[in-house]
Every structure is written in structure tokens, then in C-alpha cells.
């Protein structure tokens, strides 16, 4: 696991230009497979957020003005330069937040989100009627203006392209902060942002951490509109930021505590590769990831170990950019330790440690969890209640559909929820009772449809994203009345 790369030294992206932090700060970012600086980033400084923000302002009059037609040339021109360059941008993932290259499919997702967005602009349409006696009415779409973009570590270059693609096309300027965790990768999009030709003030990307330059976008009397995806701490700071200046619209993909239920009807086949690489996935690093599954009585023993199998055979620790890597190290020390707190807190409840358990920082020199399964954990636990984000599932048992569902439902969270079974009747009682905004039948996280509405019920947030739904987050509706002459 003896690798290491020079640390990169990336720039933000103001008014057009690649630039260093205005007081010349960075700060470091570190492999997590190997704790060796990856790069030295810019730190946004309150006068840089404030420079992107006006840019932005002053470039919106022109580009909303230019069309949408016109408009969706320079998203074709990203998308194909990220696709030119996807192997470097998976690469950048690597060294700054571990997803390894071999599940790293982000970037040619990203150049399908702007190319979508380049076509989809026609749907970008108003109403008319005459409804009214004696007069015309219409509906307009129009942009918001500024929009701020404040986007995840996790999975980031999916991120800064389905926020940033919707709010362009629909004439909007952005300034988009990444995450402190994960800047490498989009600071190279960043770039390929400036080579395809945008207008400079159109499309602004800072980095750094939530103070100063995330508070400031919150807060900033000049941002109409803000799409957050992270934790539901900071999103509820973001809310009250805004609530307290401008009243400023937000849209929050926040946390998960996503339940599988396993009826004994099921593919268990099925149900175990599913749900295991739900959890397996970037190494638990998921915000629907389904680390709650109920498993019925009857087949729990069954269930377990096939499960057990599954996780422990299929997972190749390791290299994050060797291709035969499989499951990563947690994102930085912070995430290291707070997912190990979690798996103490599982012991101390009296849980059952079926598998794993531990890091393997001594013997790895890296972030890396071994994949961990908790059995009859108490539904009171913090385990239970709580978002771990790390390779950590519980498995507990129900005996009745009216017990499963009021287990599943006992969270504050409602991101994603699935259930597996033969019985379509059951199913859809289920679906229905369920609260969460997604939920799959004989399938699990992270397959979503590229053409539903993505967003949680309770606590995982407000608003919903989609191929068919994000533009509508970027744009007012305004109404109109004419009043017709008599003849």
C-alpha cells in the first residue's frame, strides 16, 4: 500500500480567472490511504466569496439574456472535456478522499448531466389562459440570479455537475463551494470550466471550509437562491442564515438512516448483494446507504450469513488507485475516528459484533474500517438513531409487517427506504406506509431512475433534484394579467 503523489497546488475559479486565495492561505489535504499531503488548497477568504458573488451579479444580466440554445453550447463544451479527462478526475477523487478508481464512474455521470441539461431546455416553459373573462393570462419561468452551489465530499464531482448544469441552463450565475474534504477533483473541473470558454462571472467555484465562505453564501444578500447536500447539522445553519438576511430560497439533500426490510418471501439471493453493496459502496460513504436491515424471524439465521459471506469475500481493501481496489479508506482521520466512536457506542449498548469491528490504521498506515455487522442492536441505541457514513450495518429481526414498517419509521431521517419481497400487495402497503422520500421494491440504494425526484421526508431535507425536477428549483414563477379591450 506504499504509494504517493506530489501535493497539488489548485486554484479557484473568480470572474474567469484561476487565482490563489486573495491573503494567499491554503490548507492541506491528505491521501487517506496513506496520511501523505495529496495538495494545498486555497482557503476562500470573506473578501473572495464576496468578489465571486458580485461577479456572478454582474454577469447575469448577459447571461440570462443569452438564450438557452446559446446558453447550453458552453455545457456541451464541459461535458466534453470531462470526459476527455475522466481517468485524472477519478485519480483526484483517490488521493483526496479514497474512493477507489475502480468504482469511480462519477465523471462521465457528470458529463451526462450537462449534456442532459443542453436539451432540456425547452422544458423550461410558462402557461396561458383565458380562464379570466376579458383577459389573457400567462405564467413566466425566469431565473433567480446569483445562485449558490455548496456541495458534499462524498461524491463530489456528481454534485458540481447536477446543481451547477440545472442552475446555468436556466440562466442563473453560480458560485459553487466544494467541500475542504474533497477539493481535488472539481478544482480540475474548475479549470476545464475556464477552457470551455464561460463568460467570465457565469460560473464561479470556491473552496474552503463552512467559515468563512459557506456562512457568507448563506447569508449573502445577493444570493437568491442555495442548494445544499451534507449533514443536517449544516443544513439546519444554512437554513437559519438564510431565514435571518434574505429569505433566500434553499433546496437540503441532508442525512440518512436508510431501512432494507427482508420478507421472508424474498430473493435472498437477491436481497444479500443488494443490500451488502449498498453498504460496501465508497465504504459506507453514502447518505442513502442502507444501514438499518430488518430481516423476518424466519430467515434472519439464513440471511446473516450469507451476508456475512458477502461482505467479507467481496470487499479488496487497498490502493485506491490500483483497479483491482474495491472498498477505500474513510475520507479523512475526522470520519476515521467518528465512525469508530459509533462502533464503541454499538458495543457499549450490548449489540452483537458479528464481523469486523476495527481500523487497520496500524497496519495499513490509512483510514481503512474493516466492513462491520451488528446484530440484535436496541432500536434506542445511538447506532440505530444516528447517520454513521462508514462500512457499519445493523441487522435486526421483525416478526410482523405492522412491526417492520414502525421500526423502519422510528427516525428522524427519511431519505431512501427499500423492501424486499414476492408479494406486490405487500409491496406497495409497505411503500406506502413508508417514510422516506424513495423507496425501492426488490431493489436498495444507491440504484436510483435518472427521471424521478431525489429528496427526504422529515430531517433528509426540502425540495426534491432530478433530471425532470432540478430546473424547477432555479426558477421564479411569475404571473401575468392582460386586460383585453372591448370592441
Not at 461535458?79 to 483517490?94: G, N, Q, V
Not at 432500536?379 to 417492520?404: H, L, S, W
Not at 419509521?409 to 422516506?436: C, H, P, W
Request: proline content about 5%; glycine content about 8%.
Amino acid at each position: 500500500m506504499a504509494f504517493s503523489t506530489s501535493p497539488i497546488r489548485p486554484r479557484m475559479l473568480i470572474d474567469g480567472e484561476l487565482v490563489e486565495a486573495s491573503d494567499g492561505k491554503t490548507f492541506s489535504v491528505y491521501n487517506p490511504a496513506t496520511r501523505e499531503v495529496s495538495g494545498e488548497v486555497p482557503e476562500a477568504t470573506a473578501d473572495d466569496t464576496n468578489r465571486a458573488v458580485a461577479a456572478a451579479k454582474a454577469a447575469f444580466p448577459a447571461w440570462s439574456a443569452l438564450g438557452p440554445a446559446k446558453r447550453a453550447v458552453y455545457l456541451k463544451k464541459l461535458a466534453a472535456l470531462i470526459r476527455e479527462h475522466r481517468d485524472e478526475i477519478a485519480k483526484l477523487d483517490a488521493v483526496a478522499m479514497g474512493m477507489p478508481v475502480s468504482t469511480h464512474f462519477f465523471a462521465e455521470s457528470a458529463a451526462g448531466q450537462y449534456d442532459h441539461y443542453a436539451e432540456a431546455w425547452p422544458h423550461i416553459q410558462g402557461q396561458a389562459s383565458v380562464n379570466t373573462p376579458g383577459h389573457v393570462t400567462m405564467t413566466l419561468r425566469q431565473p433567480f440570479g446569483v445562485v449558490a452551489l455548496i456541495i458534499p465530499w462524498n461524491v463530489p464531482v456528481h454534485f458540481f455537475a447536477s446543481k451547477s448544469a440545472p442552475a446555468l441552463i436556466t440562466g442563473n450565475t453560480i458560485v459553487l463551494k466544494t467541500s475542504e474534504k474533497a477539493p481535488l477533483a472539481v478544482a480540475r473541473i474548475a479549470k476545464l470550466v475556464k477552457e470551455a470558454g464561460f463568460p467570465p462571472g457565469v460560473f464561479n467555484v470556491l473552496s474552503g471550509h463552512g467559515i468563512p465562505s459557506g456562512q457568507i453564501l448563506s447569508r449573502h444578500m445577493d444570493v437568491r437562491a442555495l442548494s445544499f447536500t451534507g449533514s443536517s447539522r449544516t443544513g439546519k445553519l444554512i437554513q437559519e442564515e438564510a431565514a435571518r438576511t434574505n429569505l433566500k430560497k434553499v433546496i437540503l439533500e441532508l442525512g440518512g438512516k436508510s431501512p432494507a426490510i427482508i420478507f421472508d418471501d424474498a430473493n435472498l439471493e437477491k436481497a444479500v448483494a443488494q443490500t451488502r453493496w449498498s453498504m460496501q459502496f465508497n465504504s459506507g460513504q453514502v447518505c442513502m446507504a442502507n444501514s438499518r436491515i430488518y430481516v423476518q424471524s424466519t430467515i434472519a439465521e439464513k440471511f446473516v450469513e450469507q451476508f456475512k459471506v458477502s461482505y467479507s469475500s467481496s470487499v479488496k481493501s487497498g490502493n485506491p488507485l490500483d483497479k483491482e481496489t474495491n472498498h477505500g479508506p474513510q475520507a479523512d482521520e475526522l470520519q476515521y475516528k467518528h465512525v469508530l466512536s459509533y462502533i464503541n457506542s454499538a458495543k457499549d449498548s450490548g449489540a452483537t459484533l458479528a464481523l469486523g469491528g476495527s481500523g487497520n490504521l496500524e497496519t495499513s498506515n490509512g483510514y481503512f474500517i474493516e466492513p462491520t455487522i451488528f446484530l440484535n442492536t436496541p432500536e434506542e441505541a445511538k447506532i440505530t438513531k444516528e447517520e454513521v457514513f462508514g462500512p457499519v450495518v445493523i441487522i435486526n429481526t421483525f416478526e410482523t409487517e405492522k412491526e417492520a414498517i414502525a421500526k423502519a419509521n422510528d427516525t428522524e431521517f427519511g431519505l431512501y427506504a427499500s423492501v424486499f419481497t414476492k408479494d406486490i400487495s405487500r409491496a406497495m402497503r409497505v411503500v406506502q406506509a413508508l417514510e422516506s422520500g424513495y423507496v425501492g421494491i426488490n431493489t436498495t440504494s444507491p440504484n436510483t431512475a435518472y427521471d424521478l425526484p431525489f429528496g427526504g421526508y422529515k430531517g433528509s431535507g426540502q425540495g426534491r433534484e432530478g433530471a425532470l425536477c432540478s430546473m424547477d428549483n432555479f426558477l421564479e414563477v411569475k404571473s401575468v394579467i392582460m386586460a383585453l379591450e372591448e370592441e
